[in-house]
Structures are given as C-alpha cells and as structure tokens.
C-alpha cells in the first residue's frame, strides 16, 4: 500500500517564468483512483511530473508512507501524453510493453514488485500483470503485438502506453490525460481497467478534461488551475462547482 | 607487400566499411530526429583539423573535438523545448566553417579543401583504413552494450530518463560516435558528401523495419551497394568516388518514385 502526500509544492520552469504551481498540496490514499482535472495550462503535466520525481519543486516535499520521494522513486509511473512519444519509431507493440519493465534507476525498490501480493483475487487477470500477454491481452491488444507503432490508431497507440505503464513495478500511476483521443465505449473500458486497478489497491491519478458525467467513475476530483481550487468526492465537487472560479475552464469548453 | 601494391584494396575496404557504418549510424541518428546533428558537426570538424595540423597533432583527433564542441555548443544554447535548435545549429554551423577557413591562411598550414569536403577515396592510405576500423568499432560498442538504451530514448526520451537512463550522456556518446564516423568518412566521401550516405540508405531501410536492429541492418545492406557501385563506377569511369556515391544516393531515391510513376501513367 503507498500513501502518497504532496505538501505546499510550488514550481517555475524559470526563475523569470511565473510559476507553474503555487502551494499546491495533494494526498492520495492506497487504493483510490483520483481525477485530476482543470483547463489547459492549469499545470496538471507539470503536477505529475513532480509527483513522479521527473522535475524538483522548487517549494514543498513529495512523501510516499512518509519516504522521501527520491528514495522510493521506483514505486510511481508515469504514463505519458500521447503526443511526447516518437511514434515513428521502429519497434513493436509487444517491445514497447516490454520496456515498461526496464529500470536502469539505482534506487533500492527497483524489485520492490507487489502487486502480485496486493491481489484480492488470484483468478483475476491481474495476477498475470508482469507478464507480458495477460497485460496485451487485458487492454485489448494482444492481437497488436507485433504491429509497428505507426500503423495504430491514436486509441490503440493510448492502451499499448497503458500496458507499458503496467508493467512497471510501481504502486503508484500517474496517467497524463490518457483519455484524450479515445471515442466512447473505450474510454469507458479503458476506465473499467484502472477501476480494477485501483480496486486491487494500486494508487491512480488520471488527469483529464473531462468535466462531465465520468467524474462519477473517480474516489477523488482535485480541481486544479495553478493551484489547488477543490478536492474531495465528484458529488462534493460538484456541489462546490458554483463557488469555485473555473471561468477558464468553461472558456474551454470543459 | 602485395597488401600496399594493390592501390585499390585499401579504398576497396573503407568503401565497404564506410558503405556499413554511415547508415547504421544514420538509422540511429534518424529515428532519434538528430540528423540535422550530422550537418552541425560536419560542418564543425574543419577548424579542429586545422588547428591539429598547426600544433602537429593527427588531425582527425582535432576534427573530432572540433565537431564534438560544435555539437555541444549548439545543444547548451537550445531552449528546454529545442523550439530554436534548427536556428542555433545553422548559426554554429556557419559560424565554425567560417572559422576554420579564416584559421587556414592565418596560422599559414595547407589543406585539400577539396579532399577534406568531397573526399580522394583512390588515394586513401592505412591511416585512413585505421580511422575507419576506430569509428566502426566505437559504433559496434555502443550498439552492442547501449542497444536497449538506444531504442529508449529514440522512442520515449522522457521515459527514458524517469527510468533512470542519463540521457544527456547517451546523447553525447551518440555526437562522438557520430563525429568519428564522419571524421572517418573524410576519405571515402568527404565530410560533406557523407550526409547522403548517412541518410539516403538509412529511408530505404526504415521502410517496415520492426525494430531499430532490423532497420539499421537493411540500412547498412543498402549503403553498402551503392558504396560499392560508387567505387566501381569511379574506377571505371574515371570519376570523383565521393561525388559519384551521392549522385547514386539521390536516384535510388529518385528511380523508384519514377518507375512507380511511369506505372502508373501507362496503366491508366
């Protein structure tokens, strides 16, 4: 199980640059899957990779179980946005999954692998997570395997990040608006799948734009727009809507 | 010595380990999208070479650092987000050349410009074949102990570096080792003419490639014919190899595209 807590973090890409973050806290218990949602430039990227310990805050402290992040950096992983990959690339599906296995890190939790331990039921596809094919399989691509990136559509290039990202070792997974080029009935599957994740006691925080009816899906909203607006259950936050300044929001048509 | 009494084999070998290596490192370059790296840095090495010659040192190891600091040079005056690398690239690139042929005349040493830029394959020696078999096995290390790495960063660079791989350092690893290929290419092509056979073979190879390996192998099968048919065709028609392998480079771009065009034009 990984509490994750984030304290007072506040963050500039450059000493001239306003800051990206300012005093933004976040906790994030064993087990939950959390939206993180504003509108673009709300510094929700920037708020991730933070939390994966990619960028240092300038201010505040990261701790997962009251550890330094630096010590246990192994246990988070970042799925990245879509568009950060070189999808021209030559190299397979089934490579690509594989690679989520590498760590060249010399931190001490590298084999600290426990989701095999973390399951409540041993006939459950995740009890297959670090092998290659039960994760192909589970996102629906095991059919891709030996299919060249660039020749998936942007929804299969999203769930083969998603196997990648699966086969890490990590408790902790941070997934930068996986939804965003998915139609309707994947981005519901693709939801059912971090749903059985969080439910087997991993700790999910999934940015979005999506300001509607999925929220429901999430434990946890944090609505963030530089700083942290609201936090707490979708219906809570959903509650506040009418006090929280989210005009840039509803300029983008969230 | 039958070996040095055969004028031709020497150029004969460099002709095919230049022919295998420059699209390997090509393919590496490509899918990394730093090929504009080999214009900075074969256009960097010709103040290095000079200034070796002054101080009397081999002038590939001055040609090396030269086309190493242009490449770094170029790298530290990029943004975060590379948005003005294209930009600082060409001013280095301009910059250093310039250099190199201001530093000629005033430090009053010789060069075959002409050699050094397009290459005298026919009258290469053993300290030519020697600079080539150097680049060829630096490249073999790298692809044989950094594969993996290779394949990561060109993929997912920040993936990369959250997994823990130092990406600034493989990305200079990849500069020298690209700097000596072309250093050791000065002979074969010339430093300015290996931009073909660096790129050329590398588009043929890409082609349904499913992985880095597979692509640099084809790459290489590719280069190393139109090496070969360069070297022909300049022994028999008395022609300039360099010039000659660049001139091929561009039709077996070229021909496909009009064979399939002609196709199609008298089908219809």
């Known amino acids: 199980m990984a509490n994750l807590v984030a304290e007072n973090l506040s963050y500039s890409y450059s000493k001239r640059s306003k800051p990206a973050l300012n005093k933004v806290s976040v906790a994030i218990k064993p087990g939950t899957l959390t939206a993180l949602v504003g509108p673009n430039g709300a510094g929700k990227s920037t708020l991730l990779r933070l939390l994966q310990g990619q960028n240092f805050p300038d201010k505040g402290y990261i701790t997962i179980d009251g550890k330094k992040l630096r010590s246990v950096r192994s246990q988070v992983a970042l799925m ?12 397979t599906v089934e490579k690509l999954v594989s690679l989520g296995q590498v760590k060249y890190s010399k931190s001490k939790n590298i084999n600290s692998f426990q989701i095999k331990s973390l399951l409540v039921n041993p006939n459950s596809w995740i009890n297959k997570c670090c092998e290659l094919e039960a994760t192909m399989q589970r996102v629906g691509i095991l059919k891709l395997a030996n299919r060249r990136l660039d020749t998936l559509s942007g929804g299969q290039q999203q769930r083969a990040l998603l196997a990648k990202t699966l086969m890490s070792p990590a408790r902790i997974l941070l997934l930068d608006e996986p939804c965003a080029s998915l139609d309707p009935p994947a981005k519901d599957d693709f939801l059912k799948i971090v749903r059985q994740l969080a439910d087997i006691g991993l700790s999910l925080i999934v940015s979005s734009h999506d300001w509607g009816s999925s929220l429901n899906s999430y434990d946890q909203v944090v609505v963030l727009d530089k700083t942290v607006l609201a936090s707490g259950t979708p219906d809570s936050i959903k509650s506040k809507l009418d006090d929280i300044n989210i005009s840039s929001i509803n300029d983008n048509n969230y | ?52 010659l002054a101080l009397g040192i081999h002038p590939s190891i001055g040609g090396v650092i030269s086309g190493l600091l242009g490449s770094v040079i170029a790298e530290s005056l990029t943004n975060k987000k590379s948005e003005n690398y294209e930009a600082v690239m060409n001013t280095i690139l301009a910059g250093m050349l310039g250099f190199g042929v201001l530093l000629i005349p005033l430090l009053g040493i010789r060069i075959d410009l002409e050699a050094v830029l397009f290459g005298d394959l026919l009258t290469a020696n053993l300290s030519d074949l020697l600079r080539t078999f150097i680049a060829f096995l630096t ?39 690209t700097a000596l290929v072309i250093v050791s290419s000065m002979s074969a092509v010339g430093v300015i003419l290996v931009i073909a056979l660096l790129s050329t073979p590398t588009l043929l190879g890409l082609y349904k490639a499913q992985s880095l390996r597979i692509a640099m192998m084809k790459s290489s099968f590719f280069g190393l014919c139109i090496s070969l048919l360069g070297f022909i065709l300049s022994i028999v028609f008395n022609l300039s190899p360099g010039p000659a392998i660049s001139v091929i480079c561009v039709a077996s771009l070229v021909i496909p595209k009009l064979s399939e065009y002609f196709k199609t034009f008298f089908k219809a």
């Open chain 1, 80 to 91: 990245p946005q879509r568009s950060s990959m070189n999808w021209r690339f030559p190299i």
């Open chain 2, 139 to 177: 490249f073999i290390l790298l692809i044989t102990f950094g594969y993996e790495k290779v394949v990561y960063v060109g993929l997912d660079p920040e993936g990369a570096s959250a997994s823990g791989i130092n990406v600034s350092l493989l990305n200079l690893a990849l500069s020298f080792t």
């Open chain 2, 1 to 52: 010595m039958t070996f040095i009494n055969n004028w031709w084999l020497i150029p004969l070998i460099i002709t095919i380990f230049s022919g295998i290596l420059c699209p390997a490192m090509g393919t590496v370059l490509i899918t990394h999208r730093r090929l504009l790296q080999v214009n900075l840095i074969s256009h960097c090495v010709l103040p290095g070479l000079a200034l070796a």
